[in-house]
Nanobody, 117 residues
Framework: QVQLVESGGGLVQPGGSLRLSCAAS????????MAWYRQAPGKQRELVAAITSGGSTNYKDSVKGRFTISRDNAKNTVYLQMNSLKPEDTAVYYC???????????WGQGTQVTVSS
């Protein structure tokens, strides 16, 4: 069993920055593909950014150039650096970890990000 704990959410003005962190338990974190999803009120959960165990990344089009996903396997942590935030980025952000080709798929509890003046 893997536990994921997000932190770093909060209220920020448009144009501001936040860094989300997701700390994972367990000792095989480096083998997991990690991702950040978000869910705004009344909308479906959507993929924001993902990073493979090898470090390859991909992003939702609307966050490209503004958000950066990274991982520190020594600290069992994945990050989402969010710059130039917009009101439409407001959502609950969830961390996800998958061990590919297995049933192992874990979610964190979510952290609220609110972009408002």
């Amino acid at each position: 069993q893997v536990q994921l704990v997000e932190s770093g959410g909060g209220l920020v003005q448009p144009g501001g920055s936040l860094r989300l962190s997701c700390a994972a338990s367990g000792n095989i974190f480096s083998f997991y593909a990690m991702a950040w999803y978000r869910q705004a009120p009344g909308k479906q959960r959507e993929l924001v950014a993902a990073i493979t165990s090898g470090g390859s990344t991909n992003y939702k089009d609307s966050v490209k150039g503004r958000f950066t996903i990274s991982r520190d396997n020594a600290k069992n942590t994945v990050y989402l650096q969010m710059n130039s935030l917009k009101p439409e980025d407001t959502a609950v952000y969830y961390c996800n970890g998958k061990l590919l080709s297995t049933p192992y798929d874990y979610w964190g509890q979510g952290t609220q990000v609110t972009v408002s003046s």
